[in-house]
């Protein structure tokens, strides 16, 4: 992902707000922006119902990321990019940060429904969280569960 | 209005808001409509959305929160979170 400057930041933030908006309730938080760490917290929960007999929640995204202030701009260093399916249970998510050794690795997380899979670590590419996003809502919106198929284990 | 599901189809939302489905689907394509693209053809319009259409004053706000003198450095270093996460 290029660097980008504070302006770019601040607009791809304010992109990322109000798209989720209209999906869930939305919880943003941008901390450190006047220091050389910055990091960004978007907590999207989507109601069970949001008739008069509420159910719990159905899914939750929570995206988070971390960026330093270099002389090109702000580089994204690591992320966490989660998707949990409240009703039918199971998370699925897109991370990079270091596993076994001192360098970001980027890898999926997958549990299942029945929380098998919980701890293991899949390969993956870096992915931007739009990308991210779009894949882990169109699964929600399909009605498709959590599925780990097709992954290969890292560990 | 009762809004039941966490999804509506462009048609669901064309007779819950009395309007033509081509009207819906218009309003998807130039964005005042939200929605979830499944395949070229299938799209899906989340609840609050509906809402968000339909009666806007219904819909529980979303915040924001800049602190821009947060130090976030030490949080960056600590070990990755693998927890469940629950609402």
Known sequence: MRPLSSRAFNQRRDDIYSRFDRLGR??????GGNTTTRKLVVDVVVPGQVGEHRLPDDARFRYQEWWRLTQLGWIRVRYDYDYFDLRSGGRRGYHLHPLSGSEPMPHVVCVLPDGSGAGRHFEAVEVDLVAAHEEFEAQYAD?????C????SID | MEIT?????????????SLHPSTILNYIASGRLYAVK??????????????GLLEPERLARSSVAVEPDAHVERDLADEPAEEPVSA
Do not use: C, M, N, W
């Open chain 1, 26 to 31: 939305v919880e943003l938080q941008d901390l």
């Open chain 2, 5 to 17: 599901k966490p999804f509506y189809s462009p048609h669901e939302v064309a007779e819950l808001a």
């Open chain 1, 143 to 147: 009605g498709r569960s959590i599925d």
């Open chain 2, 38 to 51: 499944l395949s070229e053809r299938t799209y899906r319009i989340p609840a609050r959305a509906v809402i």
């Open chain 1, 149 to 152: 198929r097709g992954l290969r």
